[in-house]
């Protein structure tokens, strides 16, 4: 029994409102190539039924200081 499954049926015998919808959702998504896909250094976090997923991009791609001589 998944949890959604036992809290539709938790609220069922509570209250007559029905328990909220529980879904699964999939996206897979493709990544820029200057994007370090690298295991560890990929961050994701789930708060609040949000999905957030951090990248970074890689050492090459980053913005770097160029000194001009004058």
């Known amino acids: ?3 959604c499954e036992s809290s539709a049926r938790s609220t069922r ?14 996206l897979q998504t493709g990544l820029p190539g200057d994007a370090d896909a690298t295991a ?6 789930l708060a609040e039924g949000v999905l957030t997923v ?3 991009k890689s050492e090459r ?7 001009v001589k004058t």
Request: net charge positive; aromatic share 0%.
């Open 1 to 3: 029994m998944t949890s």
């Open 13 to 26: 015998r509570k209250t007559a409102r029905p328990a909220p919808s529980c879904r699964q959702v999939r």
């Open 40 to 45: 560890g250094a990929v961050d994701a976090e």
């Open 54 to 56: 951090r990248v970074p």
């Open 61 to 67: 791609a980053r913005s770097r200081r160029i000194e």
